[in-house]
Nanobody
Framework: QVQVVESGGGLVQAGGSLRLSCAASGRTFRMSAMGWFRQAPGKEREFVAA????????LYADSVMGRASISRDNAKNTVYLQMNSLKPEDTAVYYC????????????????WGQGTQVTVSS
């Protein structure tokens, strides 16, 4: 089993920045990738960014390209999502997920999920 715990959410003004953290624990040695997703009220969960543990390859949604940066600290089994120039439409619960597969944008390819952390961007 793998446990995933997010932190770092909160309330921020439009144009501001936020860094989310995701700590993975348990049988993480088989994990290949970590991803960030978000879900706004009444909407489907959508992909934000993903990273491969070994090589650091990254993948981003068009909606956050240029504003988000995903990184990882292998020694700490932790992944970070830096979000800049935040917009009210970025308001959502942000979820971190772990995958046995290569980084993808698909929810179904991720095996373990955290409980989520709320990000609210005020205008």
């Amino acid at each position: 089993q793998v446990q995933v715990v997010e932190s770092g959410g909160g309330l921020v003004q439009a144009g501001g920045s936020l860094r989310l953290s995701c700590a993975a624990s348990g049988r993480t040695f088989r994990m290949s990738a970590m991803g960030w997703f978000r879900q706004a009220p009444g909407k489907e969960r959508e992909f934000v960014a993903a990273i491969r543990w070994s090589l650091g390859n990254t993948l981003y949604a068009d909606s956050v390209m240029g504003r988000a940066s995903i990184s990882r600290d292998n020694a700490k089994n932790t992944v970070y999502l830096q979000m800049n120039s935040l917009k009210p439409e970025d308001t959502a619960v942000y979820y971190c997920a772990a995958s046995y597969s290569s980084p993808t944008m698909k929810v179904a390819t991720y095996d373990y999920w955290g409980q989520g952390t709320q990000v609210t961007v005020s205008s």
